[in-house]
T-cell receptor, first 113, second 114 residues
């Protein structure tokens, strides 16, 4: 069974630029999560989808971050414009159902200069 | 609200020695607790989870953790460290047994020396 796929694996941009990350969950997984992991900290949930609907986006900085999962399968997370403090690893995870075990992708490491 | 605190951001042990990684939790309701491992450049992998069925939980790779309500702890142990155990370990708490809405600790980097 293929795991959670994320791309790109690494991205370097300058502040005020825009960036997008892509995630393809495990086939059949209805729930998808995006986490932000800043160096030295644990992952922090940004947004959770159930199929193509948002379950929780309470910690998503909506003035600059956006995410979508239009067809209920893959998802994109966008930052526009990026700030220095957005430098982090962005992890995508998926689970079969809303309260199911989460399986994590390898993450995208973002560096904002 | 729930949270976890991991004591010691870096732990170093000799190969063959006992591994002990500490985690204390705070939760207003009975918690569900998890340990994840993260190898370099990889995503998190579930090691084990406590969902109130048994206080001593056995996980993968020889790890186990004991839920102690009186101490609000869920420490991770392994009797004998192996070089391949070197990784970062995260304790997490959730309101649901499946692991929905995970709140992670800050992680403990485990180093295993010869």
């Amino acid at each position: 069974e293929a795991g959670v796929a994320q791309s790109p694996r690494y991205k370097i941009i300058e502040k005020r630029q825009s960036v997008a990350f892509w995630c393809n969950p495990i086939s059949g997984h209805a729930t998808l999560y995006w986490y932000q992991q800043i160096l030295g900290q644990g992952p922090k949930l940004l947004i959770q989808f159930q199929n193509n609907g948002v379950v929780d986006d309470s910690q998503l900085p909506k003035d600059r971050f956006s995410a979508e999962r239009l067809k209920g399968v893959d998802s994109t997370l966008k930052i526009q414009p990026a700030k220095l403090e957005d430098s982090a690893v962005y992890l995508c995870a998926s689970s079969l159902e809303l309260a199911g075990e989460q399986f994590f992708g390898p993450g995208t490491r973002l560096t904002v200069l | 609200a729930q949270s976890v605190t991991q004591l010691g951001s870096h732990v170093s042990v000799s190969e063959g020695a006992l591994v002990l990684l500490r985690c204390n939790y705070s939760s207003s309701v009975p918690p569900y607790l998890f340990w994840y491992v993260q190898y370099p450049n990889q995503g998190l992998q579930l090691l084990l989870k406590y969902t109130s069925a048994a206080t001593l939980v056995k996980g993968i790779n020889g790890f186990e953790a004991e839920f102690k309500k009186s101490e609000t702890s869920f420490h991770l142990t392994k009797p004998s460290a192996h070089m391949s155990d070197a990784a970062e370990y995260f304790c997490a708490v959730s309101l649901t047994g499946g692991g929905n809405k995970l709140t992670f600790g800050t992680g403990t980097q485990l180093k295993v020396e010869l």
